[in-house]
């Protein structure tokens, strides 16, 4: 069973630019989160998706967007990068259980931004 | 809110040494917990869980014990070799009919070294 992949897996853009990066999940895994890991503030949050809707969100500006198409892949966009964008961008896909918790969670080698 | 302190490192240790690395966590209701590891270049592998009071998670030697009584989720391992070199994340995942969601808070990451 192949694993989660995430494309690009490295990218460099300036300040004021926008990236888009994508997640393909574990087939038959309706379930995508995405993390950014950086040195000061370490693994936080970002999305939640299931089934094309976003379930939950943590605390990151508007800049920060997401999708999920049919297939359960998964896309992220961040807009008018700055430098503090700099970062380690997860993903982890996974199946629900029965009371709606995940299963264990599958995480791709990640994209590696570098915002200059 | 929910959140995880994980012992500061880095950590050296002689191979074959007795390997602990503190985790303790704040949560409402009951989590499931986590250690993951992250080796260079690479994303988060699951390495054990445990999703009820007094459960152990065991694999590759690596242990866990979830305890209600101390909120504390210990990692350890009797005799490390080189190849446990990495960094490990301790997580829980406080997936509640509030949250409705599974998204991990990670602690902050104990890097690990093993020398011959």
């Known amino acids: 069973k192949a694993g989660v992949t995430q494309t690009p897996r490295y990218l460099i853009k300036t300040r004021g630019q926008q990236v888009t990066l994508s997640c393909s999940p574990i087939?038959?895994?309706?379930?995508v989160s995405w993390y950014q890991q950086t040195p000061g503030q370490g693994l936080q949050f970002l999305f939640e998706y299931f089934s094309e809707t976003q379930r939950n969100k943590g605390n990151f500006p508007g800049r920060f967007s997401g999708r999920q198409f049919s297939n359960s892949r998964s896309e992220m966009n961040v807009s008018t990068l700055e430098l503090g964008d700099s970062a380690l961008y997860l993903c982890a896909s996974y199946s629900l259980v029965r009371s709606g918790r995940a299963d264990e969670q599958f995480f791709g080698p990640g994209t590696r931004l570098t915002v200059l | 809110g929910d959140s995880v302190t994980q012992m500061e490192g880095p950590v050296t240790l002689s191979e074959e040494a007795f390997l602990t690395i503190n985790c303790t966590y704040t949560a409402t209701g009951y989590p499931s917990l986590f250690w993951y590891v992250q080796y260079p270049g690479e994303g988060l592998q699951l390495l054990l869980k445990a999703t009820k009071a007094d459960d152990k998670g065991s694999n590759k030697g690596f242990e866990a014990t979830y305890r209600k009584e101390t909120t504390s989720f210990h990692l350890e391992k009797g005799s490390v070799q080189v190849s446990d070199s990495a960094v490990y994340f301790c997580?829980?995942?406080?997936?509640?009919?509030?949250?409705?969601?599974?998204?991990?808070?990670f602690g902050t990451g104990t890097r690990l070294t093993v020398i011959p």
């Open positions: 087939s038959g895994h309706r379930s």
């Open positions: 997580a829980l995942s406080g997936a509640t009919r509030q949250t409705g969601a599974n998204n991990l808070f």
